[in-house]
């Protein structure tokens, strides 16, 4: 079991930056891979990053690819999602999840633990 708690949103202006935080609970951390999604209102969750257990693999979903970097302390238990380049677009609630069942790491079903999720907000 793991609980997961996400930090770091805010409002932001277009272009800016932000750094999002998920600490998890537990000492299996570092044996999960873990994932960011987001949704936004009226829309699918969507698939943002991945990273493996080690760290030494990491995903990203086309419309984020480039712009933001997934990483992860296991000494902290935390995962981090560096985002930059912020578009109005990427305006949602993000979400911290962990342990997929499988390799499909950009599916939100396979993940068996969530976070409450934090909200980024982009200014135009």
């Known amino acids: 079991q793991v609980q997961l708690v996400e930090s770091g949103g805010g409002l932001v202006q277009a272009g800016g930056s932000l750094r999002l935080s998920c600490a998890a609970s537990?000492?299996?951390?570092?044996?999960?891979?873990m994932g960011w999604f987001r949704q936004a209102p009226g829309k699918e969750r969507e698939f943002a990053a991945a990273i493996s257990w080690s760290g030494g693999s990491t995903y990203y979903g086309d419309s984020v690819k480039g712009r933001f970097t997934i990483s992860r302390v296991n000494t902290k238990n935390t995962v981090y999602l560096q985002m930059n380049s912020l578009k109005p677009e990427d305006t949602a609630v993000y979400y911290c999840?962990?342990?997929?069942?499988?390799?499909?790491?950009?599916?939100?079903?396979?993940?068996?633990?969530w976070g409450q999720g934090t909200q980024v907000t982009v200014s135009s």
């Open positions: 537990g000492r299996t951390f570092r044996t999960y891979s």
């Open positions: 999840a962990a342990d997929p069942s499988g390799s499909r790491w950009f599916n939100p079903n396979e993940y068996h633990y």
